[in-house]
């Protein structure tokens, strides 16, 4: 079978292509689907790709099956994914929920709408909280928030190898203006680059004869007891707590002398890179700070940060009304730094937003 | 203690037994149905077992086949993924009335009408029996349950559904459907076979009611457990094949 990618290729894509191209280059197998925007064209791209390479894809009923027959697929032994958005995440819910109990390892790319309900079809990052702990669970998944289409490439790539190298419920977090922008990127074959890809097991269908030469799969989802379920948390907590160091990705700049650093995640990194360089060129020690994953959040490395920069301020810029400064707040409890915020649910935030409110703050 | 174990279907995993559903419960009778089926087609290490929420459930460790769990409803999507994923399988949905016809009927309905050759097997037991004996999409006219406690009123709740019906209707050609009783043990055990059968073959969506007893949320006596399922089951929900690609249906 001809590769999809061979060597390097420059590319200028929609964010919703890429993904379609990284998942492939990822040795994605099957997608499972339901409309929703602004996810649509990473299913249109796809089911264009897919039969050239033997790649599958089915359109679901709605997204609770695309989320349940992804973790079926999964369990047969195949890379599965969906994407979704808004109230259809909402909807994943519960399959996100299942996989984080069942320690499945199913992918979803996240291309977040404006919230709550049916919202806006076009941009937002209100869908923080849902995706790194939505369900009844303990938020036990990987969540990537990408910020540049490279980095959409990337970390799609990067996600099928996250969730299965670990076994955890992995998420790349984009939005509508990352989905539908069109940027140049460099898109590659990962083997090529010495980029492992890690191998799909199954869980049930295993090879071998049952009673002969090994015993049945039995994978349970429901408990009888109290205790048991206990046991079974604390060993998914154990486990996460055990990668989470391998996982955890963020990006620092400027620091180290920072008397502000601005904290953000996704597009919004960019209108803040840009603040933080301009701020930097008026005489203003600001420093940047982006989260990478989520979840895992990287804690000690923001602390890390406030300590050596002796920053009295954080500036939290999102388009959500407080949901990463809420994270912000419980993983770095305890520091006395101020945390403000510039929370603008659902509405894009440009570099000279971040400026003027650092201007305001200092 | 006797040392003797009663015999058992190859495919059932002895270390669960004995099981745990109720005395006088039916799930029993069709998973030892189902159990030798799989026997006699000699297909227990290809076949994935998948069961739902509700008294389904407790069938999660019931067969020395893999197996494995999800939510409530949610069976039908998670057999259609495996089975995309990997058609060499032989994906087995195991659910109720509740799971199937209520919560799940979305999943149901369209697996149906795409053909998905994945093979379902649903007790009608005309009530949600895990969760305390409440209305369920099978009720009977005039039946009390926990939820319609001075009976189904078909005026306020509808007319119970006849799922096998409705999904004969649905399917195209290559389905099986049928409607089988656990007081008809031989027949119901071909109905499940020729369900199993059909998603080797690749002919399309395979799906079997089993009309089956409930006599702790019934309330009922073994006589009366008996007369209910026969007497008046049976009489609602017509018992046979409703479509076959393996000729004339049996009635």
């Known amino acids: 079978m001809e590769k999809p990618i061979t060597g390097t290729m420059k590319a200028f894509m929609t964010g919703n292509e890429i993904v379609a191209w990284a998942a492939l280059a990822a040795q994605a197998d099957i997608m499972f689907g339901y409309p929703i925007t602004p996810q649509n064209e990473i299913m249109h791209y796809w089911t264009r790709l897919a039969p050239k390479y033997k790649r599958e894809f089915l359109q679901t009923e709605d997204e609770i099956s695309a989320g349940f027959t992804v973790c079926g697929a999964v369990q047969a032994g195949r890379k599965a994914f969906t994407a979704t958005a808004g109230p259809g995440n909402v909807l994943m819910q519960e399959p996100f929920g299942m996989a984080e109990a069942m320690r499945l390892p199913i992918v979803a790319v996240i291309q977040q709408r404006g919230g709550p309900s049916s919202g806006t079809v076009v941009y937002s990052q209100q869908e923080v909280t849902l995706t790194t702990y939505g369900g009844n669970g303990e938020g036990h998944r990987i969540v990537y928030s990408t910020s540049t289409h490279q980095e959409i490439f990337d970390y799609v790539i990067k996600a099928f190898n996250t969730a299965w190298k670990y076994r955890f419920p992995t998420f790349v977090m984009g939005d509508g203006y990352q989905a539908k922008m069109r940027e140049p990127l460099e898109i590659y074959d990962p083997e090529e680059r010495g980029l492992a890809i890690e191998p799909a097991r199954p869980l049930v269908g295993l090879p071998g004869s049952i009673g002969v030469d090994r015993e049945p799969a039995h994978l349970c989802n429901i408990y009888s007891l109290e205790e048991e379920l206990y046991e079974v948390v604390l060993e998914l907590d154990r486990a996460y707590q055990e990668i989470a160091p391998q996982v955890v990705e963020y990006e620092e700049k400027m620091c180290d002398d920072a008397e502000i650093i601005v904290l953000s995640h996704g597009v919004v990194s960019r209108a803040a890179d840009d603040a933080v360089k301009t701020l930097r060129e008026k005489g203003i020690n600001a420093g940047y700070f982006r989260h990478i994953t989520l979840r895992p959040f990287p804690a000690q490395q923001l602390r890390d940060a406030i300590k050596k920069s002796g920053a009295r301020k954080i500036l939290v810029a999102e388009s959500s009304y407080g949901q990463l400064m809420r994270l912000v707040r419980q993983e770095i409890y305890g520091e006395t730094v101020e945390i403000c915020g510039l929370l603008k649910p659902g509405v894009g935030i440009v570099d000279h937003d971040i400026f003027d409110k650092v201007k305001e703050l200092l | ?251």
């Open chain 2, 1 to 251: 203690m006797s040392a003797v174990q009663p015999a058992m279907p190859k495919s059932w995993y002895a270390p669960s037994k004995p099981h745990k559903f109720c005395p006088g419960c039916g799930h029993g009778i069709v998973l030892k149905a189902l159990g030798e089926a799989i026997d006699e087609l000699n297909i227990q290490n290809q076949t994935v077992f998948g069961c739902d929420i509700g008294c389904s459930l407790l069938s999660w460790n019931f067969f020395a086949v893999d197996s494995t769990q999800t939510h409530h409803g949610r069976t039908t999507p998670v057999m259609v993924g495996m089975k995309r994923a990997n058609p060499e399988l032989i994906c087995v949905g195991y659910m109720g009335d509740g799971g199937g016809y209520s919560i799940g009927s979305q999943h149901l309905v369209n697996s149906a009408i795409r053909n998905e050759k994945v093979t379902l097997i649903l007790v009608n037991n005309t009530n949600y029996a895990m969760t305390g004996g409440q209305l369920a999409p099978t009720t009977l006219p005039g039946q009390k349950t926990e939820t319609t406690p001075y009976g189904r009123d078909v005026e306020k709740q509808g007319y119970p559904t006849r799922g096998p019906e409705m999904i004969a209707t649905i399917t195209p050609d290559g389905a099986y459907v049928a409607r089988a009783t656990v007081s008809k043990f031989r027949q119901m055990k071909t109905f499940i076979k020729r369900a199993l059968q059909n998603q080797m073959e690749g002919n399309g969506f395979s799906f079997v009611e089993c009309l089956s007893t409930c006599p702790t949320n019934w309330r009922t006596n073994p006589q009366q457990t008996w007369d209910f399922l026969e007497d008046q089951m049976e009489s609602y929900f017509a018992v046979g094949e409703i479509k076959s690609p393996f000729g004339k249906g049996e009635k």
